[in-house]
Nanobody, 126 residues
Framework: QVQVVESGGGLVQPGGSLRLSCAVSDVTLINYGAIGWFRQAPGQEREAVSCISFVDEMVYYADSVKGRFAISKGDMENTVHLQMNNLKHEDTALYYC??????????????????WGQGTQVTVSS
């Protein structure tokens, strides 16, 4: 059973930074596919935040986080990081990491991701 595990959430003041990490247990998966980050705020639908392809390292971002968030592959081959800077109140949510093989046009579609983590809470508050 493939496991996807997120870490790095926490409480941060507006304008602050956090780095989330995602690890995939099956390292063979990193030869293809992608890691996507999604988030869900209370009372709202889950939305796509960012994605990185393991194949060509193309990266994708939601308009709401462009210029503030950066996704990258970690030093460990099965790890991906999401660096979140200039955090805002509206970034407060449960952040999920997921592994899948989405087409470039489908990186925001949850159905394209097969394995999901349990989520890590990010709270932006003064």
């Amino acid at each position: 059973q493939v496991q996807v595990v997120e870490s790095g959430g926490g409480l941060v003041q507006p304008g602050g930074s956090l780095r989330l990490s995602c690890a995939v247990s099956d390292v063979t998966l990193i030869n293809y596919g992608a890691i996507g980050w999604f988030r869900q705020a209370p009372g709202q639908e889950r939305e796509a935040v960012s994605c990185i392809s393991f194949v060509d390292e193309m990266v994708y971002y939601a308009d709401s986080v462009k210029g503030r968030f950066a996704i990258s592959k970690g030093d460990m081959e099965n790890t991906v990081h999401l660096q979140m800077n200039n955090l805002k109140h509206e970034d407060t949510a449960l952040y999920y990491c997921a592994y899948g093989d989405p087409p470039p046009s489908g990186w925001t579609h949850e159905v394209e991701y097969t394995f999901w983590g349990q989520g890590t809470q990010v709270t932006v508050s003064s």
